[in-house]
Nanobody, 125 residues
């Protein structure tokens, strides 16, 4: 059974940084694209960042481009999201996910099969 466990969320002041981690178990995710989505209160879950199977290609939502960096360590079965210059509008529950295929980074919700439970990120002004 595939399990994804996010960690690293918390409360940070505007302008601060956080690094989220997502540990996968139950299978190797070496051959699959992975991504981070986020959901703010009262809003739909939205794409934030994605990476291809090898970690060599990435894709970002315009709202986080230049501030967030996604990476994956296939040896550790772990996905990361480094977040800089956080703003109050980044406040959300952040979810990691494994895509159903490898190949290029996936930006669509329906491209993903397995999801974690989420970790809360709160940015105060």
């Amino acid at each position: 059974q595939v399990q994804l466990r996010e960690s690293g969320g918390g409360l940070v002041q505007a302008g601060g940084s956080l690094r989220l981690s997502c540990a996968a178990s139950g299978r190797t995710f070496r051959n699959y694209a992975m991504g981070w989505f986020r959901q703010a209160p009262g809003k739909e879950r939205e794409f934030a960042a994605a990476v291809n199977w090898s970690g060599s290609l990435t894709s970002y939502a315009d709202s986080v481009k230049g501030r967030f960096t996604i990476s994956k360590d296939n040896a550790k079965n772990t996905l990361y999201l480094q977040m800089f210059k956080l703003q109050p509008e980044d406040t959300a529950v952040y979810y990691c996910a494994i895509a159903s295929l490898g190949g290029a980074p996936k930006t669509g919700y329906n491209d993903y099969t397995y999801w974690g439970q989420g970790t809360q990120v709160t940015v105060s002004s």
